[in-house]
């Protein structure tokens, strides 16, 4: 059964600091996917990562995906406000999509 | 525009009434996604279609759930009977998907339907 496992789930931090999510998941996979949501707001999608190695920036945000372990990664680089939202990490497998419970992320000016 | 949508935004309906919720792609997108999310159980994938297939609908939660998608476009989202768990943000997602192909597409997603069962 694949289950997804990320954390931290809140993470609290100061504008210009570096931060890292991790997003665990236990079974092979054929996709892994990064969204943000605002509060009230629909989902919006920020990376695909498909491969081993697979890495994806934009702007501070950049993701990673390795498949051997099974781990991906969202760093943020000299967080801003402005990335203050919710971080979903969801794997796909088997004709299914499983979602991380979110990182509550709010960067302190 | 030219981005997803979906009807009604927002629905209130009563226990045991049936709702039909309905989500309109972005045109040439292939692949068509729904989800919901509610505070007790976070997102959840219920369905997704391709073309007018769906590879599995063991994702959907009950069998009071059905989905249909017609003409590679439309879908709809039919809750029977509906109960006061189905309460959610059902949520709907398009994309090009080539299923032959590694092909990193991104997923584009509608405002969601709020739906409240009272």
């Known amino acids: 059964e694949l289950k997804v496992e990320q954390n931290p789930l809140f993470l609290s931090m100061q504008e210009g600091k570096n931060y890292t999510i991790y997003c665990n998941y236990s079974t092979t996979s054929d996709r892994l996917y990064w969204y943000r949501q605002d509060p009230g707001k629909s989902l919006e999608s920020l990376f695909v990562l498909l491969s081993n190695g697979a890495v994806k920036q934009e702007g501070r945000l950049m993701a990673s995906l390795d498949t051997k372990a099974r781990l991906s990664t969202l760093h943020i680089t000299a967080a801003v406000h402005d990335l203050s939202a919710t971080y979903f990490c969801a794997v796909e497998g088997d004709d299914k999509i499983i979602f991380g419970k979110g990182t509550r992320l709010h960067i302190l000016p | 525009g030219a981005g997803v949508s979906q009807s009604p935004s927002n629905k209130v309906t009563e226990k045991g009434k049936d709702v039909e919720l309905r989500c309109d792609p972005i045109?040439?997108?292939?692949?068509l996604y729904w989800y919901r999310q509610s505070l007790g159980q976070g997102l959840e994938f219920l369905i997704y279609?391709?073309?007018?297939?769906?590879?599995?609908k063991s994702g959907l939660p009950s069998d009071r759930f059905s989905a249909e998608r017609t003409g590679g476009s439309v879908s709809t989202l039919t809750i029977q009977r509906t109960q006061q768990e189905d309460s959610a943000v059902y949520l709907c997602?398009?994309?090009?998907?080539?299923?032959?192909?590694?092909?990193?597409?991104?997923?584009?997603f509608g405002p969601g339907t709020r739906l409240l069962v009272l």
């Open positions: 045109s040439g997108h292939t692949a």
């Open positions: 279609f391709q073309g007018n297939s769906a590879p599995d």
């Open positions: 997602a398009s994309t090009f998907r080539i299923m032959t192909a590694a092909y990193q597409e991104t997923q584009y």
